[in-house]
């Protein structure tokens, strides 16, 4: 009885697995500040909650294998301002973002294909690319040019004949870097010369701050054929816990693969379809509020980090994390001596080390990513433990 | 742009592919009695949407990726009456016993390999090996011997080197076939000797008739090492929306390559997890009832069918499915007469065919598998209506 090549080669969550020690600290009665999670404390809209209540059937039957098809048609009604025009069969209903991958990358890769992707990039990618016998082809993005990667030089450079796709998430996560459509173009061009997919994650879309204004690679019409996007109601409506993405594309020849996927795993939750449809039908300017509330959170944070010497941090324009270069040598081994000694009031802080972040050897060990899900006092606070507790882990 | 092998080698769920054209025939005001697919009319137990109804954090955030422990402490309890003891790091939560599977297969299958399975067997298996780029090699069960396939001899005559599991669903889906302890004890005595993992699906376990005991896998203390027990809120508390499943197993080395996986998805969703708690508090005797009224229904099934010229039925001692022969030469082709042509009395019914059901090519044609998860009546009026159409059937 073996365990197979893909699982042996995966690696547990950088972000996750410093969570038992971190639990364990807790119990102890000392707080923490979890910056290491992309977790907003945001209320949840209260009509996911009254959709769900409502229900009143007397079996929890199975679902249709692509999503309830009302989820679909909000869905649908909520990209027409982008000005994305789907079906229903261009949409697919999963269990999260993370099955939206999970089921893209089984459907394009074989064993020792490869996916372009950005580096830093976010884990849980080399993970699903990994079950699925790929292996991540870096681009490896500057820190010092804010992450941009949409270089024409810079993918060729990266490029390898083993590669199938490149992936982008947009804005980023873990770098908040932000494509514009130029960008966007870039990117497309090239995929198209070397035939490859475009996975474009924009779990993120709406939290695009500095008055940038938010474009999606849906609306690039000339490259609809190879454009697969990845989407998910955990970021935009603060409800990770519900579990629900979706896959947007309008290639039937990959609809029909996913679609055997999806029929194989039957259907996502019903009741958490309910609540998202409802989540898909709040006005657009739902997000304003919350957009001008996450901008705020990045100042802050920006402006602490900015003030603790030997820090260097990187103004993201989007999405809710930043990446950050510490004066230690090695940020797992600081985040150890945060969670397991260091106390200021009895309080603590976690970030998520960036050394799985990236595929390079060597890269990152002295990067971590910090999220702004938190209030602004919380964040600020947050600074003030971390530049004490780098005093102390000097001085130790 | 191309897919990959794996999905160009699945197919689409031979249980699920029909139903676009069943809808039409819905859709036209025709009544369809469905005994094709495993979703009982049993009502959803209340404490369900009570426990999910009272959910009142303000922020629906992620779980931990093994799950909430207050599920994984019922899950425990519930297991004890069976003698299976268990801790929480056994019990990993999964959506739907889908998930379970595919992240099981993707933990111990590298190209090639192979799962042996009885045939007819359960269509998603084949959908989730193949997504681990694994194949199925079959254990040809014989209709005439009750598909019965706990055999020394039919196990060693199926078995080929490139095997690394045998995979049994217990009371078996389709053909409701139940396993005793001893059957259980040649599996995996079967399973030591060529060094396979036992993969044991017991999401029937309460289904089990005729006063037979019902028994699992995890009693087999000798063989804990290498039995992976799939398991799911869907069957047992027709809860079949909800996707939680689970996987228990005693391998340390494989719970962590699951926990891979587990974390590379983040979670499971919450508010299904806080209902599949309610679920599993249930006190045991809640299952008496339902199983007296699966017994009643199997017996009514049967009946029906025994009395249609020119079909062989099988009892099944388990499970809600019952295999049947059909005098067609097509059993898809007649479900399509069924579906699109056929009416009595404005109504029509319809089934799974099983050919998908066998990885052996020419087998199966004629046979199909009926779920008996419907009342008494329809059923009889299911069974009438099969008579009558075969009838026409012949005569067209």
Chains 1, 2 share one sequence.
Not at 33 to 41: E, K, M, R, V
Not at 48 to 71: C, H, N, T, W
Not at 79 to 90: A, I, Q, S, W
Not at 314 to 339: C, H, I, R, W
Request: with cysteine; hydrophobic share 40%.
């Amino acid at each position: 009885m073996r365990l197979s090549d893909k699982v042996n080669k995966m690696e547990f969550s950088p972000i996750r697995k410093f969570n038992p020690i971190a639990a364990a600290t807790e119990a102890s009665g000392v707080h923490v500040y979890h910056l290491n999670i992309g977790q907003p404390d945001i209320e949840t809209p209260d009509v996911f909650m009254e959709a769900i209540r409502k229900f009143d059937q007397k079996v929890l039957a199975y679902a249709e294998s692509p999503g309830l098809a009302s989820l679909q048609d909000a869905i649908i009604g909520y990209f027409k301002p982008f000005g994305v025009e789907l079906e229903r069969k261009n949409v697919l209903v999963t269990s999260g973002g993370s099955e939206a991958l999970s089921m893209v990358f089984t459907s394009i890769l074989n064993e020792g294909d490869t996916v372009m992707i950005p580096e830093p990039y976010y884990t849980n990618y080399r993970t699903f690319i990994k079950a699925a016998a790929g292996e991540v082809t870096p681009i490896t993005a500057d820190p010092d040019k804010g992450y941009f990667f949409a270089d024409e030089a810079l993918l060729e450079a990266s490029y390898r004949p083993t590669c199938k796709a490149i992936a982008v998430v947009n804005p980023g996560n873990p770098t908040g870097t932000i494509l514009s459509k130029e960008d966007m173009e870039v990117i497309c061009r090239f995929a198209k010369k070397h035939d490859l997919w475009v996975i474009a994650d924009e779990v993120y879309r709406e939290f695009a701050y500095d008055g940038r204004q938010m474009v999606s690679f849906g609306q690039l019409a000339d490259y609809a054929d190879r454009v697969i996007i990845i989407d998910s109601v955990s970021k935009r409506f603060s409800a990770c816990g519900a579990r629900i993405g979706f896959i947007i594309c309008k290639n039937d020849e990959l609809n029909s693969g996913l679609m055997k996927i999806a029929q194989g795993r039957l259907c996502c939750p019903t009741l958490e379809m309910i609540g998202a449809t409802a989540l898909y039908q709040l006005p657009s300017n739902y997000f304003d509020s919350i957009r001008v509330e996450y901008e705020g959170r990045r100042n802050v944070l920006y402006e602490g980090l900015s003030k603790i010497p030997g820090v260097k941090v990187n103004k993201p324009g989007g999405a809710f994390y930043m990446m950050v270069t510490l004066p230690v040598e090695s940020a797992e081994d600081f985040l150890m001596f945060l969670l397991e000694e260091f106390r200021d009031n009895n309080e603590t802080m976690m970030y998520a080390p960036a050394e799985g972040f990236y595929a390079t050897p060597g890269l990152g060990k002295n990067e971590v990513r910090l999220a702004y899900i938190l209030n602004q006092h919380d964040l600020k606070r947050s600074t003030e433990i971390l530049a004490k507790a780098l005093e102390a882990y000097k001085n130790r």
